[in-house]
């Protein structure tokens, strides 16, 4: 009987329950997956609980996936390069293991075929979702990044970060109103909230002429997976782009959690299913 959940503030948008349920159930594995809306100044009380109360593993999500470091027995290699964690697992004695699986998701849902070795990517926000985006294209082999901000002051931190970690990667920082032209990037990855429900949703965070201007093979990859086809999505793909969505990433970040959980892997087809009748 595994005993899991969430912690965060807000949760009423997670449909993290619905597919961790359903990867458990096409697993034969009874269990439960609790929803535990966590503000900052709750979280000390709320590891009591959890650790009270004989969970085995939970997410964790914004505005805690920072913070949840300082409690953490020991991290994963994803974990310690991204700074944050989203994921953790606990030990019999219960101490608590951070992993980050938010990169694992992101890589995996951009096809193998695709090559981006010593290409451009361009990366809209500077939040800890584009931390996510960086190292997962460092690993396809990106050379260069542009990075595309509300304020540049305010991601200098992430900036100074990401460049001590990949030296090998030249960093470039924008603002996202003065947006360059993106007709030499090869991908274009949305890690802002904009277009998501409830939160501009009948809007993109680029303008339609900039979509104009990318070249045919470029992807746009949208982490938003609520609603499933954002604006911008729907936009890149009148234009014959290529595109990810958001759905893919979450499906894999959450395979990739029930995998340290069980020790089993889950069925993600089983899993989106889920997710898209909940998004419905």
């Not at 609790?34 to 959890?50: A, G, H, S, W």
């Not at 219960?94 to 699986?101: E, P």
């Not at 075929?113 to 460092?138: F, P």
């Not at 990106?142 to 460049?163: C, G, H, M, P, W």
């Amino acid at each position: 009987m595994y005993k899991l959940g969430i912690i965060g503030y807000p949760l009423g948008h997670s449909i993290s329950a619905v597919i961790q349920k359903a990867g458990l159930e096409c697993l034969g594995a009874e269990g439960t997956y609790d929803v535990m809306e966590t503000p900052p100044e709750d979280l000390i009380n709320r590891i009591k609980y959890i650790k009270a109360n004989n969970y085995n593993g939970f997410n964790v999500t914004i505005p805690l996936k920072v913070p949840m470091s300082l409690f953490l027995e020991d991290i994963d290699d994803y974990a310690n390069i991204a700074g944050c964690v989203n994921t953790v697992k606990v030990a019999e004695d219960k101490s608590f293991y951070g992993y980050n699986t938010d990169i694992y998701g992101f890589k995996k849902a951009i096809p193998e075929e695709i090559n981006l070795n010593g290409k451009n990517a361009s990366i809209l926000g500077t939040g800890g979702a584009a931390r996510a985006a960086v190292v997962g294209l460092a690993e396809r082999g990106i050379a260069e990044i542009d990075f595309y901000t509300r304020n540049i002051i305010n991601s200098k931190q992430t900036l100074d970060y990401v460049r001590a970690k990949f030296p090998n990667i030249t960093f470039n920082v924008y603002q996202i109103q003065n947006i360059r032209s993106l007709e030499g990037t090869s991908i274009v990855v949305n890690a802002t909230p904009i277009g998501m429900k409830g939160f501009m949703a009948d809007q993109m965070p680029l303008e339609p002429q900039d979509l104009d201007k990318l070249k045919p093979d470029t992807i746009v990859y949208d982490i938003v997976y609520n609603p499933v086809k954002t604006v911008l999505i729907n936009e890149a793909q009148k234009r014959g782009l290529k595109t990810i969505g958001g759905l893919d990433m979450l499906i894999y970040q959450a395979e990739r959690a029930q995998q340290i959980w069980t020790g089993h892997n889950p069925d993600v087809k089983l899993m989106k299913i889920a997710a898209l009748e909940a998004l419905q």
